[in-house]
């Protein structure tokens, strides 16, 4: 657990295989001030959610060992505790998003996406204000 200015850091868990979109994800989301984990496919990322109970998962759609629809049905089953799911993806189908929104997804990107959004729907979320992160970010 890292701590920031006396506050746990809010957990999030990425699950993308593209490892230059993950890291980039990190990077932007670690500077908004949130500690981050990277999982690179969906045997990973289902065992690191059940392992480290984040308080946020971005979870990319297609990917191996799994797609992101079984690792969100995964952690819903056994995780106790409803965590906030937000997809990104390369696809634009519209099936997806209506199975993101039947899964209770709090939002769906298609990559490229908007990184300040991104943020604002995290921050959201997770309860913590947009302009606490923002705030974050010019630091």
């Not at 500077?31 to 990277?38: K, L, P, Q, R």
């Not at 995964?74 to 390369?90: D, M, Y």
């Amino acid at each position: 657990m890292q701590i920031l200015n006396g506050k746990a850091l809010k957990k999030i868990l990425i699950i993308e295989d593209d490892q230059k979109v993950a890291l980039g994800l990190a990077i932007r989301i670690k500077a908004a001030g949130f500690e981050t984990v990277i999982a690179h496919d969906a045997l990973s990322g289902v065992r690191s959610a059940i392992k480290m109970k984040p308080d946020l998962v971005l979870l990319d759609i297609s990917m191996p060992a799994g797609n992101g629809f079984i690792v969100a049905e995964r952690i819903q089953k056994n995780i106790s505790t409803p965590i906030p799911i937000i997809f990104l993806t390369a696809s634009k189908r519209e099936d997806f998003r209506e199975r993101a929104s039947e899964l209770g997804a709090v939002a769906f990107f298609e990559k490229p996406y908007d990184a300040q959004e991104l943020l604002a729907v995290i921050s959201e979320a997770l309860g913590v204000g947009i302009d606490e992160t923002v705030n974050r970010l010019k630091r």
